[in-house]
């Protein structure tokens, strides 16, 4: 059986059936079963999860008795055949079927002639299979075309004209570049671009933000460079949160949705591990990563604590030179990183998030001093989340200006879709 596959598919299985992150899924089985191409298995993994609902779309139509009479194993190597026959030009149409059968006597007892039927009949049928029609469904058309829920379309719909969302839709199934920020702790940019560039990494400037990179190459986070602290991967969305917070050396900055900790990791480089951060966040084990990571990074400014961003804490009351609302949402904006947002059912309390994220800002404005500076920022192109929760912000809060406002997109800044607001605190409640 090939390694490579059989690692693409204990990874899509624990996505479906564990929730797991892709991309921690994907690190996690990489480093147990060792496989031969890692790059492959990205490749077939993060295929897969991009084009779910199509493929679903094709096997509902192939299966006799319809998807929902599959298990999950069988219709996850389902979808990794149809996948690489349809769209991975590099893997021979007789490799994508047998390697699937071979999936299938393993993990499937008894179903490796379903599987086998169903893909060899595929190979048969594929060109004949087409999408709903677009004049009768337009929601349905898009959902099967780009591989998205209908109620994320529905949404986007709402705000944006048709042309524009379908660029959205397309934008969200495309490969993100990768991309590193430099620890100015500890580095120089033309020095760790001399050292990335005699490991075989071809590196380029990013567009945004000046210690940002864009790095071709694999292994990456595999090397030495990295494990020395010399960079982190975040994208140029993220570092430019930190970098129109604009902390000044010994500045005390108030971080209060901390995990991961990229923002906050990029704020105390800037800082120079001068002054401190207060980071916080609710679950415990996420600040442990933080703090790990700040160790990588060689960070000490950092005061890592849980706390409940929905409570002010009157220790920190009109103290801070500048605080981050990195607030919880939906996500939508990083669907390109990972895909398994796109699958996520409308949630329950989708309406009550715009409530929660105008209750942890309206709540930590109160640790902004007189002239300090408070962003709001998300991961998610929905006006609910941005612009609405500000608007509302400032109507109930006059000493507060807006100073700058940022949606960028991956259709237009080839980014993660990232909202940013700058506001400044003009004068005492």
């Not at 349905?140 to 839709?169: C, G, H, M, N």
């Amino acid at each position: 059986m090939d390694n490579n596959r059989k690692t693409a598919y204990l990874v899509l299985e624990d996505v479906e059936n564990k929730k797991s992150y892709s991309n921690l899924a994907l690190n996690n089985r990489i480093a147990m079963v060792r496989p031969s191409s890692p790059a492959f298995v990205r490749e077939l993994v993060y295929g897969v999860l991009e084009r779910k609902i199509t493929l679903d779309y094709y096997i509902e139509q192939l299966v006799k008795n319809g998807i929902k009479s599959l298990k999950s194993r069988e219709l996850t190597i389902l979808r990794m055949g149809i996948y690489q026959l349809t769209y991975m030009n590099s893997v021979p149409e007789y490799a994508a079927v047998n390697e699937s059968v071979n999936l299938a006597k393993k993990y499937c007892n008894g179903k490796d002639k379903l599987i086998n039927g169903v893909l060899r009949e595929y190979q048969h049928r594929k060109i004949m299979i087409k999408l709903p029609e677009e004049d009768v469904d337009e929601v349905q058309y898009l959902s099967v075309k780009y591989s998205y829920e209908p109620w994320i379309i529905e949404l986007w719909l709402k705000y944006y004209d048709r042309a524009f969302v379908e660029k959205l839709l397309e934008a969200g199934n495309s490969k993100p570049p990768m991309t590193i920020r430099l620890n100015w702790l500890k580095v120089i940019k033309k020095d760790l671009v001399d050292a990335l560039e005699k490991r075989g990494f071809e590196v380029e400037d990013g567009t945004l933000c000046q210690n940002a990179l864009h790095v071709k190459g694999s292994g990456l986070l595999d090397s030495d460079l990295y494990g020395h602290g010399l960079f982190t991967p975040q994208d140029e969305s993220s570092m430019l949160v930190a970098e129109k917070l604009n902390p000044k050396h010994g500045d005390l900055i108030m971080d209060v949705c901390a995990a991961p900790g990229g923002k906050t990791t990029a704020i105390a480089e800037r800082m120079n591990n001068t002054g401190k951060i207060i980071a916080s966040d609710i679950y415990r084990r996420k600040m442990e990563n933080v703090a790990r990571e700040a160790k990588r990074l060689g960070i000490e400014n950092i005061e890592i604590r849980t706390w409940d961003a929905t409570r002010v804490d009157s220790a920190y009351v009109a103290k801070a030179d500048g605080v981050l609302v990195d607030a919880p949402c939906s996500g939508l904006g990083v669907v390109r990183r990972k895909p398994e947002i796109k699958y996520k059912e409308k949630p329950e309390k989708m309406n009550e998030l715009p409530k929660k994220q105008l209750t942890i800002l309206s709540s930590s404005s109160a640790y902004v001093k007189v002239g300090g500076t408070l962003v709001y920022s998300t991961c998610t192109i929905n006006p609910e989340e941005n612009e609405q929760v500000v608007d509302k912000f400032l109507r109930k809060n006059s000493s507060f200006k807006k100073i700058e406002q940022k949606l960028l997109l991956p259709t237009e800044d080839n980014t993660d879709g990232f909202f940013i607001c700058v506001m400044k605190k003009d004068k005492a409640l």
